[in-house]
């Protein structure tokens, strides 16, 4: 059964609105949750992280909310550009060492000009 | 130099073939990872190596054989492989085995007839 959950497999914004892209865990154990994304025919890279300790972390454009009470992190773009079409994947993780890495199965955001 | 490389990127094989996949990462990072990304399902973590030694084996059949001669490639060899091992494999890599960024190549995409 799958830790980490997108349910939504696409999505499409406007440009310069917010994108709200959407993860749900279930184990009440993770304390570390990354965000990562994936353009066609490139590896997924680090975009932003959140410890459980906060509920919220900030890098530029992107922003990364936790809940921890309903299991839920979203990551939000604004305002959303172009560029920032690709496959968004969430992970989480309870213990150190990315051997205990849990990922979602990716959202596709698409930002129409 | 990108950071994590692998080659080749796209691959054909029949069931009875023999062929290998390369990665080389030259970030100065201690561990390295394969993983195997199938459709629709989420990032599946095959094995772990932390300074060449193999720390993880995450269930993997026999088919897929690892090799890391040193800290820096990766090698994952294929021998009767089946249809459903069709998939995206992706290399990464991080500082140490204990950090929960990683760094990934570009994948390869793997067909079987």
């Known amino acids: 059964d799958q830790q980490v959950k997108q349910n939504s497999p696409s999505l499409s914004v406007q440009e310069g609105r917010i994108s709200i892209l959407n993860c749900d865990y279930t184990n009440s154990m993770f304390d570390y949750f990354l965000w990562y994304k994936k353009y066609p025919a490139e590896g997924p890279t680090f975009l932003i992280s959140?410890?459980?300790?906060?509920d919220k972390n900030e890098d530029g454009r992107f922003t990364v909310f936790l809940n921890k009470s309903a299991k839920h992190l979203s990551l939000h773009i604004v305002p959303s550009q172009p560029g920032d079409s690709a496959v968004y994947f969430c992970?989480?993780?309870?213990?150190?060492?990315?051997?205990?890495?849990?990922f979602g199965t990716g959202t596709r955001l698409t930002v129409i000009p | 130099e990108t950071g994590v490389t692998q080659t080749p990127r796209h691959l054909v094989m029949g069931m009875t073939n023999k062929k290998s996949l390369k990665c080389e990462q030259h970030l100065g990072h201690n561990a390295m990872y394969w993983y195997k990304q199938s459709a629709k399902k989420p990032l599946e973590l095959m094995f772990v190596y932390n300074f060449k030694e193999q720390t993880e084996n995450n269930s993997v059949p026999s088919r897929f054989s690892p090799e890391c001669p040193n800290s820096s490639h990766l090698f994952l060899h294929l021998h009767t492989l089946q249809p459903e091992d069709s998939a995206l494999y992706l290399c990464?890599?991080?500082?140490?085995?204990?950090?929960?960024?990683?760094?990934f190549g570009e994948g390869s995409r793997l067909t079987v007839l």
């Open positions: 959140i410890s459980s300790i906060k």
């Open positions: 992970a989480a993780s309870a213990q150190t060492g990315a051997n205990n890495l849990f």
């Open positions: 990464a890599s991080s500082q140490g085995v204990t950090s929960r960024e990683l760094f």
